[in-house]
């Protein structure tokens, strides 16, 4: 599986936040990486217009994460304000694991964050201090609601004297500049090793690469004949007379066959637009932006 190739960071946000979660599972030992960067960014919270409240949260286990994720999101609902959900621990291709030798995948992540971005109207962005953070891109599909609005990680092992200054550079300069392009320039600049490992990719971008992916690999003809005999197969009488079997796989086959069609309904889901309509404005990638 490739790394994922992101697109810059867009240069003007459109998403809101009221609090930074910054979430960390180190084992004893390690360098507290998230309660160092919880001790530069309190201080640029409280001094934003309107101010910003910014937590720090240590968790042991996986069960201890998920826990935080629930509070995070009785947060939303009491609070009216969108997160920012920073996590601090150690990361692969797979997914995440925590100071229990724990571990989620990427898959299983997934829901979690899909549950408080809707709570908070697509507005979550996801920063990633673990290695590979952006694999989590690998598992958006495009028939499923978005997870974030945008996630912000590392295309490759990052260490630990990268990981503060970098996300220490981005969060003061997405704050003192309301800029999130120049955010994440800041982050890359203030890794030694100089090769930007750090990226930002946004719900756009993920569902334009998720229904790229979902026609290349579900829409072939020999993958449309599999699909409608699976659904004919699963739903329909036994002994069903052969022209009439005929038929419907015909009509069943041209409706998943009109990609335009296909396209608008996983955007619906997607944005929660029947939720949300203003959102449509908020996200107005085309058919035309994904399939020319």
Known sequence: MDTPSAPPFPKHPKFWTGGIHIIESLKPGEIRTGESLHGVVEPICSA???????????????GEFIGRLERIAEWILAEHRAPIIHIECH????????????????????????????????????????????????????????????????SRAVKAREIEPAFSAFFWMLFAR??????VEAMNDAVADGDRPFHFFGAEQMFGEAFRQYLKVECSDARLDERVRAVIDREEPAGLPVAERRRRHALLRKFISDHRRMFESMKEDFFFLRRNPENQVRFPISYENVAS
């Not at 934003?48 to 996986?62: D, E, L, N």
């Not at 990361?91 to 925590?98: A, Q, V, Y």
């Not at 309301?178 to 955010?183: N, P």
């Open 178 to 183: 309301r800029d999130g392009a120049l955010a």
């Open 91 to 154: 990361g692969c291709g797979d997914g995440l694991s925590f100071a229990s030798d724990e571990f989620i995948t990427w898959s299983d992540l997934q829901p979690l964050l899909t549950k408080i971005n809707v709570l908070c109207n697509l507005n979550l962005l996801v920063t990633l201090g673990a290695c590979h953070g952006m694999w989590l891109v690998h598992v958006i599909q495009p028939a499923q609601r978005a997870a974030v609005w945008g996630l912000v990680g590392s």
């Open 48 to 62: 934003a217009h309107p101010p910003i409240r910014a937590f720090y949260h240590k968790v042991a286990t996986r």
